[in-house]
């Protein structure tokens, strides 16, 4: 059972313009969430995290959105770069008490920013 | 430089060939993991550890164990693999619970 879900595999999007990658939950238990990128031959690398009681979280050109209601997030990418070519996964923690150290991840959406 | 290390890179092994992946942290983190990362499945948690001692079984335990006898190493054990275990593995590390990991570069592992 899949409990959080990328459903976009890819997306491509031009040097300048806005790159937004969505993620999906199940599990409303689910109270702080993170977004990893990831370049081949390397471990993923912390992006940046948002905790439930919260919105939106900025951070320079990253911007993540938190839709409770929907168990929807996004994580918006203004103006994205070259640079930005990786794969993206969402993660979430909690759900059982006793979890707060375990990562649920999506499968990745690997996203292209093209000159 | 704060780095979370693991060894082998790459590693080929045959069925039923016991095998230890290690993995060290230099940032003195309380929170240790295991993840496999499989095409169309992401990374799903293996195991995880909150502290020297104290570990627990994340989504796919299943043929795996883990030791944490001292707080910066964490190895990833495979007593008899099979080749369902080929995948690429990464280590992870983390001070805090709502901090995100410090992950490892990972080792691909191919079991034939």
């Known amino acids: 059972d899949q409990q959080v879900k990328q459903n976009s595999p890819s997306l491509s999007v031009q040097e300048g313009r806005i790159s937004i990658l969505n993620c999906d939950y199940t599990n409303s238990m689910f109270d702080y969430f993170l977004w990893y990128k990831k370049y081949p031959a390397e471990g993923p690398t912390f992006l940046i995290s948002i905790s439930s009681i919260k919105d939106k979280n900025e951070d320079g050109r990253f911007t993540v959105f938190l839709n409770k209601s929907a168990k929807h997030l996004s994580l918006h990418i203004v103006p994205s770069q070259p640079g930005d070519s990786a794969v993206y996964f969402c993660a979430a923690k909690g759900g059982k008490t006793g979890t707060a150290s375990k990562l649920t991840f999506g499968t990745g959406t690997r996203l292209q920013v093209t000159l | 430089e704060a780095q979370v290390t693991q060894n082998p890179r790459y590693l080929i092994t045959v069925t039923g060939k016991k095998l230890t992946v290690t993995c060290s942290q230099n940032?003195?983190?309380?929170?240790m993991s295991w993840y496999r990362q499989d095409p169309g499945l992401g990374l799903r948690q293996i195991y995880y550890?909150?502290?020297?001692?104290?570990?627990d079984k994340g989504d796919v335990p299943e043929g795996y164990k883990v030791s944490r006898k001292e707080k910066r190493n964490f190895p990833l054990i495979l007593e008899s693999p099979s080749p369902n275990q080929t995948s690429l593995y990464f280590c992870a590390s983390s001070w805090r619970a709502n901090y995100g990991y410090t992950f490892g570069s990972g080792t691909r592992l191919t079991v034939v």
């Open positions: 550890s909150m502290n020297v001692e104290v570990t």
């Open positions: 940032m003195n983190h309380e929170y």
